[in-house]
């Protein structure tokens, strides 16, 4: 749980700082952004910089914090990797958000990231940025 709730504080600030930023914006997270109807192909739309913010940065420090068994950390890093893909798939189903434990509380839903691609294609102050909980 620990791994979750920090790693995604991470990448809330790491997806945050590239929509503040105009350079990291113009730069780097805009090339994501062009894809205004997600799809889990479009996770990989996406450059190294802002993998590195948004993806690696994130799930190291989550690891780190929670400093669980390897088994675990792999769990998490594949858990991350998929749901990443189903926030991108915009599809909402019972089904999916049984196995990706989206029922619970303060869990986003896919559309959650849906909007915010269709919505929130400029710098500045655009809103949603946390992909596993609702922040």
């Keep these: 749980f620990i791994m979750f709730v920090v790693g995604d504080f991470a990448l809330y600030w790491g997806h945050r700082i ?3 930023s105009d350079f990291l914006w ?3 997270h805009s090339f994501h952004h062009s ?3 997600p799809s889990p192909i479009s996770t990989v739309y ?3 910089t802002d993998a590195l913010l948004q993806g690696t940065l994130p799930l190291l420090i989550g690891a780190v914090s929670a400093q669980g068994h390897p088994v675990s950390v792999w ?3 594949y858990f991350r990797v998929a749901e990443n893909a189903l926030n991108h798939c ?4 019972p089904f999916l958000s049984l196995i990706s434990l989206k029922f619970l509380p303060y869990r986003a839903p896919s559309s ?3 909007y915010h691609h269709m919505a929130c294609n400029y710098p500045g102050k655009t809103k949603n940025y ?3 909980f609702i922040v």
């Design 90 to 93: 915009g599809m909402e189903s």
């Design 46 to 48: 996406i450059d190294a």
């Design 75 to 77: 769990a998490f890093f």
């Design 130 to 132: 946390g992909e596993t």
């Design 18 to 20: 590239q929509h503040s």
């Design 26 to 28: 113009r730069n780097f």
């Design 35 to 37: 894809i205004t109807t």
């Design 112 to 114: 959650f990231h849906d």
